[in-house]
């Protein structure tokens, strides 16, 4: 078995589809891409998941994460 990511150092992002990560915001970021909001969120390391909605553009960044909720046009993002 490898070495663990966190042991690594590298932070990496799951995205999952159409669902947001409810709560723990950060702060927003607005107007900015999703692969922006991907970066902005893996440079800071109190960042622990983000919910990028697609329409307004808007990634609210995340201290921390819980269940997954549905929500249509959002991309949910976790380190």
């Given at each position: 078995m490898g070495p663990s990511i966190a042991a690594a150092g590298v932070r990496a992002i799951e995205t999952t589809e159409n669902s947001d990560y409810f709560?723990?915001?950060l702060r927003t970021e607005q107007n900015v891409t999703l692969d922006r909001c991907k970066t902005i969120c893996l440079r800071d390391t109190s960042c622990r998941a983000f919910t990028y909605n697609t329409r307004a553009?808007?990634?609210f960044l995340k201290s921390d994460f819980n269940?997954?909720?549905p929500f249509s046009g959002a991309v949910a993002g976790k380190v």
């Open positions: 709560g723990f915001d553009k808007w990634c269940k997954l909720k």
